[in-house]
């Protein structure tokens, strides 16, 4: 018997993606309940801890690839958007737990004046400053403050941008290795990556000097990531991360890992131009391109690795990169499940259908219409590319 060939796996044409993204959205639309006032979509467990509105579990999220895949959000989503309750007593400030994040929603949604008038209330939080990160704390709503200003220009939304970075400047602890970090409460061991480590808190310091040009911010926003770099392991040629300092294994996903990670590095090569942030983005998405996830989602899973494939395409232009991206998107294709009302996929643990977006559909619904059109991404891509 001769030698066996490798099987390259079929990569989906743009009609199956096309085909997947409209019938996931006319499930969500044929499964949302109006009626209810804790969920408007089959959503995440964790919604029903939090709130009924934020990006990551709650309707934001679902409503943003609805906007997306659709054009415009149904009329019967928006009006049950705005009718619910949002203050400081119900919500926290974060971006993708709280009112920044359905601030932000209500901006890309064509709602400016709704939106701004939460992001006021945000920096008033008693909770403002209770964490330093991207996901919950203040790099999260300084960011979206930052979105305020350069769609309006206005100039409180800059105002709220800057006062949390003075504040992350302030509170960041400096490594022995000349790195910056925050710590979360008394924990010893410091979290690493993009949602909620060091990595994220210098993607907006960065994308705050792209703006105001301030020295400092630049400074603090290199050390930053210096310090999630300090603690890559190389593994077969490629840079990987645990969750945290002390752990040692690895994760190549957006919200913990490497995924997230080198992501930031491509953000600092768009902005900085220095060929070492891109010889690192290489490295840290190596394994996203080698690596098999059991889940398809955008925070822990295939979804998460395409999108920071599909980064590297957008700003290389190398073809493999694509190709890898859609791959990822064939893997992650083999998770959906068909139903007579359109289509829809597991959730956290896979144990339940969901169409939130950081554990449900949204989320990678978002990475496959993307994937159609190779565009900016959201949360991530404020500037146009170069």
């Given at each position: ?71 415009e959000v149904p009329a019967a989503v928006r009006e049950w958007l705005l009718a619910q309750p949002v203050n400081t007593d119900t919500y926290p400030p974060g971006l993708y737990s709280g009112m920044a994040g359905v601030a932000w929603t ?227 294709l083999l998770f959906r499940v068909e139903r007579p009302e359109g289509l829809v996929f597991p959730g956290r643990h896979l144990l339940r259908l969901s169409h939130d977006y950081g554990m449900g559909g949204a989320g990678i619904g978002l ?20």
């Amino acid at each position: 018997m001769g030698s066996l060939e490798p099987v390259t796996p079929l990569v989906p044409e743009a009609g199956v993606l096309r085909e997947t993204v409209l019938k996931l959205a006319r499930h969500m639309v044929a499964s949302m309940d109006v009626h209810r006032t804790d969920r408007l979509f089959p959503c995440d467990p964790r919604t029903f801890q939090t709130n009924p509105l934020n990006v990551a579990h709650g309707a934001c999220g679902t409503a943003l690839f609805l906007h997306d895949a659709l054009g415009e959000v149904p009329a019967a989503v928006r009006e049950w958007l705005l009718a619910q309750p949002v203050n400081t007593d119900t919500y926290p400030p974060g971006l993708y737990s709280g009112m920044a994040g359905v601030a932000w929603t209500f901006l890309e949604l064509g709602l400016p004046a709704q939106g701004l008038a939460l992001m006021e209330q945000v920096p008033e939080s008693p909770l403002a400053f209770a964490a330093a990160d991207l996901f919950d704390g203040a790099a999260g709503w300084g960011l979206a403050a930052l979105a305020f200003h350069l769609r309006t220009q206005e100039s409180k939304p800059l105002a709220w941008a800057c006062l949390a970075a003075e504040h992350l400047l302030k509170s960041a602890e400096h490594s022995t290795a000349g790195g910056l970090y925050w710590r979360e409460g008394s924990e010893p061991a410091i979290k690493l990556g993009f949602g909620h480590g060091a990595s994220g808190v210098g993607f907006f310091l960065l994308s705050l000097w792209r703006v105001t040009n301030e020295a400092r911010y630049l400074e603090a926003a290199r050390r930053a990531l210096d310090f999630d770099l300090s603690h890559a392991k190389e593994r077969d040629g490629a840079w990987v991360w645990g969750t945290a300092t002390d752990d040692g294994g690895h994760r190549p996903y957006w919200l913990k890992g490497g995924g997230g990670i080198a992501s930031t590095l491509i953000r600092f090569f768009e902005a900085l131009q220095e060929e070492r942030y891109l010889h690192a983005a290489h490295r840290a998405a190596k394994a996203c391109n080698v690596f098999f996830s059991a889940a398809p989602h955008l925070f822990e899973g295939l979804a998460s690795m395409g999108e920071t494939l599909l980064d590297l395409y957008r700003v290389t232009g190398e073809p493999r990169y694509l190709e890898q991206a859609r791959r990822k998107a064939t893997q992650t294709l083999l998770f959906r499940v068909e139903r007579p009302e359109g289509l829809v996929f597991p959730g956290r643990h896979l144990l339940r259908l969901s169409h939130d977006y950081g554990m449900g559909g949204a989320g990678i619904g978002l990475f496959l219409h993307r994937l159609m059109g190779q565009g900016p991404r959201r949360f991530h891509d404020l500037f146009p590319s170069r």
